[in-house]
């Protein structure tokens, strides 16, 4: 089936990886022949279940990881990597909404104590809607149904890109006017569940067109909403490109750039920071011509994922979710296989050039897949993080402390106050433990714990 995706948001996929898998009856998955055959009554009556699972206390506590979507075929990757969160998909579709996106997943990630965040969006996304009253209807039985599963709700996805490369008429009062009618059905059904703006796409530059178009929506909200906060969550979007070893930077700035929006335009309350899609490549797209791509390796990856978590838990983010567990395939413009989607992934899929050309078999984990399990088992759950030097970071929670660490340019030795025996643990897992005057950090980060 046709692939068309810009940025993290794709109008229509299936690939290898997102086929509904057979289980075994009482697994919780309604895999094809129980759905179609009808032989397992107690997975395929999948809405009653989800309805009655309470989304898990913990899951809410501290800094927290995930991936845009997880997949069925993706769930014990997920788990291994130490992942706790993710974002599910409601298409409103021919008069109903739909679950595209992972819908036979949900379950097993329920099951796991995953924090889930459901993103309703009209389909395809650069249709317009002339009338809310039946998208408003059915906006509030899924929120009725779903409400004890799903604590936070995203209106639309990227409706600046849908403007900028999609459909040029789609303004900033189409997607005002969808928020306004989405936001007061999820209020009125579910007034303790938290509402997030649309995701903001790839380009920080305050002087870009994209600046703008928010602007012009936050000032709409702000003036047509019936809430007095009218939502509580802003999404940050980031797909770095440019093998620059300081683009985590753009984590940081990106968070700055958008509170000073918010506070521009008169949102003067607390407003929560998140991504729900955010990555880097390695290897070479072909896609986004003419505009060449560098070659990026799998360690640059690595290290670009750590340091930009870091980033964006320091700017203030509270939930962070990287792209994709399993590289895509032929997921970007006119079906072209290599594109950025095709190489964001922490898993190779095998059918790449790439992976044809070096011999990569289908499952083989990249560098990034144990940099983000060794990031998520040292940070995640920790609650307050501290800059304490030059891209020296000190994340504390009741589970203790750890300092992250690297350096742009030079080598450095570390501050004086991180002294005695100490544990070091580099990007890939491995571990030693050194006195801390003897240690140098370069660019590859550290993670340190005093003994």
Known sequence: MLAAAVDGFFILQTTAFSQPQTGKCGDGICGPVEREKGVCPQDCSQNEVLASVPIPASATAGFLMGFMLVDLNEINYAVDLGAKGARHGFWFMNNKFNEMEGAHAIQSLINKDFELIAQVVPMPP???LTDYTDFKDKLRELVRKKKEIFKYWQIGNEPDLIHQNINPSYSAWNYTELFLAASEAIREECPSCKVILAGISNQYDSSRSNYQFYKDILTAIKEKSKFQKPFDVFDVHLYT????RKNYAKAEQAVSDYKKLLKETGYDYEIEFISTEFGTYSARPGLLKPIPLPFQSESFQAETLIKMYTAFFNAGATKVFWADIINNYKFGFHGEADGLFDLTGLVYNGKGS????????EGTRKESYYAYKIFASKIQGK?????????????????????????????????SFIKGAIRVTDYLGNESVEDASEVVVDKDPVFIEMQ
Do not use: M, Q
């Open 126 to 128: 650069f249709v317009i």
């Open 241 to 244: 490109t440019d093998n620059s």
């Open 354 to 361: 790439y992976d044809a050309a070096n011999g990569i078999k």
């Open 383 to 415: 609650n307050i993080v501290e800059k304490t030097g030059d891209n020296i970071y000190k994340f504390t929670g009741e589970n203790g402390i750890v300092y992250i660490a690297w350096s742009d340019d030079a080598k450095i030795s570390l501050p």
